[in-house]
């Protein structure tokens, strides 16, 4: 009948630097034991204390493996087997522990197949062994299976490839239609930018202007000239517009409009004369009749 834990705690205490051990080793078993009572707090201290007085023990480290995984500390599980390893090598127990701790089926496969060179007869190890490799080729076919997605090129008229390069290139293919629809779209965002400018008014009329920046006041038609009244404006290749020419042919034909006494738009003793519509247009007779109101 195996010795209850509490027993063991008990008299392994008692040994615990005594003259049976002077150095101090039981450190080892005592903190197993609290491990398998459940007092994790104990056999952590009781680690720690041991593993400081004794670095290189692989059994102490062993205990440690054991304590951190069930504290539910992977991690450090993982780095105290490690440890095991780098004192022992052929470390079955490390081996077996790591194989189950770590979350790479390929790193676990590793330490299962040291571990059966180990122990080739032990049926549970074969068993873990052929489980992982399974998983592993299945991962692997998986992954091969996977189709590789390209990233889409990004459409023609989509905004986010609005560049000048874009437009000398439809410039170039003598798309020009489309260059200049790239170069509105650009001065939309930079209206004053006179390369754009130039560009712009290069493609629309066909001719190189050089490195000068056009005004955008001169991608617009010239304004038509406006003539006063009567007077006829005067530019150096256009030809000069009469007025006359600008209103109806019937205006001669036309009734005078009622003569409006100057009393009423202001006092005055002398009444003036009044003056018919006809004498005002250019061509017309340059008399005028004086009549009293």
């Keep these: 009948m195996p010795e209850p834990l509490n027993r063991q705690i008990d008299r392994l205490q008692e040994i615990f630097f ?13 903190a197993d034991a609290h491990r398998r009572l459940g007092e994790l707090d104990q056999a952590l201290e009781v680690l720690q204390e041991g593993l400081v007085a004794h670095p290189d023990s692989s059994s102490g480290h062993v205990v ?3 304590l951190y995984r069930d504290r539910g500390e992977d991690d450090s599980a993982i780095g105290a087997f490690e440890r095991v390893l780098e004192l022992d090598a052929e470390n079955g127990v490390a081996l077996r522990s790591l194989a189950e701790l770590v979350e790479d089926a390929s790193r676990g496969l590793a330490y ?7 122990e080739p007869d032990d ?3 074969i068993a873990v062994l052929e489980s992982l490799q399974a998983e592993v080729s299945a991962r692997d076919e998986v992954t091969l299976e996977e189709p590789v997605v390209e990233a889409e090129a990004p459409a023609e008229d989509d905004p986010e490839i609005y560049t000048e390069t874009l437009a ?3 410039a170039k293919q003598g798309a ?39 005004p955008i006041e001169s991608l617009a ?9 009567g007077t006829p404006v005067a530019t150096d290749d256009r030809p000069v517009v009469p007025v006359e020419s600008l209103a109806p042919d019937t205006v ?24 018919p519509i006809e004498s005002l247009a250019p061509d017309g007779p340059a008399s005028t009749s004086s009549t009293g109101l």
């Design 252 to 275: 001669e034909a036309m009734e005078p409009e009622p003569a409006i006494p100057v009393e009423a738009l202001a006092p005055h003793p002398e009444p003036l004369a009044v003056v």
């Design 221 to 229: 038609p010239d304004p038509e000239p406006v003539a006063a009244a």
């Design 64 to 66: 440690a493996g054991w």
């Design 18 to 30: 005594s003259e049976k051990d002077p150095t101090g080793r039981a450190f080892v078993p005592l």
């Design 176 to 214: 020009v239609g489309k260059a200049l629809e790239v170069y509105g779209k650009l001065l939309q965002d930079d209206p004053g930018n006179g390369m754009f400018l130039r560009r712009v008014a290069e493609l629309t009329t066909g001719v190189d202007t050089g490195p000068a920046i056009v």
């Design 123 to 125: 049926p549970e190890v």
């Design 112 to 118: 299962i197949e040291r571990l059966v060179e180990l």
């Design 168 to 170: 000398e290139l439809y």
